[in-house]
């Protein structure tokens, strides 16, 4: 903020004064598609590429990037207000946090995120049990040990630093994440069971949550972000129908959908609008063609606001 005084000008640090909210946001695989669904969801995210402090272009927000390991205990801590990270995380660190809504993007699908017990394809392990003093390498070290503990099956786990897969055949088994399956097929892996689900989760710090203005900020951003991933997979269809057909067009549209039909200026026209999931349309568009639509329009969504 900048005062004028004595025909200077007196430039001050309003950072203190102004209320922001401390947003987490995860760094590495997840980052590109956490930037892009707040780009969606309005908001534009950068971030030079050795900085840990992204730019937000909303004066109200300040950004910081932290390994997704990291997130929960920070908005725990109070370090940070809302952060994003992985269900996984929440419950390997035993955070204490108000879990606000579940968005479940990735790095690659909208599949969740599965950790998995998993041993070489050729190892005799069929069972959780035939792995009694063995040693298993993992990043996910205190749900692992519970795990075990839970079954009953006395093991040592030893915290991986990364490339997880090679070790399977170093030690006795692994745990590890997967998505699709396509790494633990390449080193040729076989999943004996699985041990948890995760999806992405915006969490957020418990004082901050009672805060009225900190609360009227994230239930805006949830809101917001919400609306970003229903639109992820729909398109929004317009097109023209003549009123000879526009009964047969009506019953080939989703049952659910409630399209918006209007009047157009040329006598027996109408405008059709509807939003429809995405593998819907490409289906429905000679359908729809067909049936005697014409001027047929698709056009990618942002947001879906219920």
Not at 49 to 67: C, H, I, K, Q, T
Not at 128 to 138: F, K, P, Q, R, W
Not at 232 to 248: D, R, Y
Not at 252 to 259: G, H, I, R
């Amino acid at each position: 903020m900048a005062f004028q005084k004595n025909n200077k000008i007196d430039r001050r640090d309003d950072t203190k004064t102004r209320r922001v909210l401390k947003v987490g946001l995860p760094k590495g695989s997840l980052q590109q598609a956490t930037f892009e669904l707040f780009g969606r969801a309005g908001f534009n995210v950068s971030v030079d590429s050795r900085s840990y402090f992204p730019n937000l272009d909303d004066p109200e927000l300040e950004g910081v990037l932290f390994r997704a390991q990291e997130i929960s205990r920070y908005v725990d801590d109070g370090v940070i207000d809302l952060g994003l990270t992985g269900y996984d995380w929440i419950c390997e660190n035993g955070s204490d946090v108000i879990e606000v809504c579940e968005l479940a993007y990735s790095k690659a699908t909208r599949r969740p995120a599965r950790w998995v017990l998993a041993v070489p394809a050729e190892s005799r392990v069929k069972r959780v049990e035939d792995l009694a003093g063995g040693i298993i390498a993992t990043e996910l070290v205190n749900l692992t040990k519970k795990f075990f503990k839970d079954r009953g099956v006395d093991v040592r786990v030893e915290f991986s630093w990364g490339a997880t897969e090679v070790k399977a055949r170093l030690l006795d088994a692994i745990v590890d994440v997967t998505e699709t399956g396509s790494s633990l097929k390449a080193n040729n892996l076989r999943v004996v069971e699985e041990i948890l689900q995760s999806t992405p989760r915006l969490i957020a710090n418990k004082k901050a949550w009672k805060d009225p203005w900190k609360r009227q900020k994230i239930d805006a951003i949830t809101l917001l972000l919400k609306g970003a991933m229903e639109a992820t997979e729909k398109v929004g269809l317009k097109m023209n129908v003549p009123a000879e057909a526009i009964e047969k067009v009506l019953k080939l549209l989703p049952a659910e959908k409630s399209p918006t039909i209007s009047n157009l200026v040329e006598s027996g026209w109408s405008a059709v609008e509807v939003i429809v999931d995405e593998r819907t349309e490409r289906e429905l568009v000679p359908k729809l063609k067909a049936a005697g639509a014409s001027g047929i329009i698709t056009y990618p969504l942002n947001k879906v606001i219920p």
